[in-house]
T-cell receptor
Framework: QQPVQSPQAVILREGEDAVINCSSS?????VHWYRQKHGEAPVFLMI?????EQKGHEKISASFNEKKQQSSLYLTASQLSYSGTYFC????????????FGTGTRLTIIP | DTAVSQTPKYLVTQMGNDKSIKCEQN?????MYWYKQDSKKFLKIMFS???????INETVPNRFSPKSPDKAHLNLHINSLELGDSAVYFC??????????????FGSGTRLTVV
């Protein structure tokens, strides 16, 4: 079953903040976050491995709530370059378990 | 130096034809994948190979046959193409030693259009 992301789409002005949520119906081992710009390949942003783990990458950070089977991506003081579609990818088990990608969130930053 | 290279980038073909997509990675990763991205942007796994061994085979029609001659290469052959096969196909690779704890590197994608 595909993880569900919310919101489906969001439009922000430069400098505003955004939160993208990823919710799974299954227990999670790890959560990945990717950004895909139009016509390009998805690009890896970060991975979260443990419940409660938070990670940061410049002004983009994420958290992982293992109990709730959820992860959130936080974009602070958004820049035009943040525009794109964001995907979470979830792995349910240790081992060669496949990454199942979420439904995607389209983020548009306007000047 | 391209990390994951995929060819061709665009493929336009008629229904019923057979076509192949090639993928190569120079990252030393042990696992490679094929993902299909449809018009709604959903990314769905098709196949995965770990060190040349098929480990994931999702519910994909038999017309799709992957082949991995070595751990750096993964090809996808599609027989008797149908209109519904039109999509963007992404190759990806990852290091999976130690579990799913490393990110995926994607190729630039192959946009397949069946007419």
């Amino acid at each position: 079953q595909q993880p569900v992301q919310s919101p489906q789409a969001v439009i922000l002005r430069e400098g505003e903040d955004a939160v993208i949520n990823c919710s799974s119906s299954k227990a999670l081992y790890s959560v990945h976050w990717y950004r895909q710009k139009h016509g390009e390949a998805p690009v890896f942003l970060m991975i979260l491995l443990k419940g409660g783990e938070q990670k940061g990458h410049e002004k983009i950070s994420a958290s992982f709530n293992e109990k709730k089977q959820q992860s959130s991506l936080y974009l602070t003081a958004s820049q035009l370059s943040y525009s794109g579609t964001y995907f979470c990818g979830t792995a349910n088990n240790f081992g060669n378990e496949k990454l199942t990608f979420g439904t995607g969130t389209r983020l548009t930053i306007i000047p | 130096d391209t990390a994951v290279s995929q060819t061709p980038k665009y493929l336009v073909t008629q229904m019923g034809n057979d076509k192949s997509i090639k993928c190569e990675q120079n990252l030393g990763h042990d696992t490679m994948y094929w993902y299909k991205q449809d018009s709604k942007k959903f990314l769905k796994i098709m196949f995965s190979y770990n060190n040349k061994e098929l480990i994931i085979n999702e519910t994909v029609p038999n017309r799709f046959s992957p082949k991995s001659p070595d751990k750096a290469h993964l090809n996808l052959h599609i027989n008797s193409l149908e209109l519904g096969d039109s999509a963007v196909y992404f190759c990806a690779s990852s290091l999976t030693t130690g579990g799913p704890i490393y990110g995926y590197t994607f190729g630039s994608g192959t946009r397949l259009t069946v007419v």
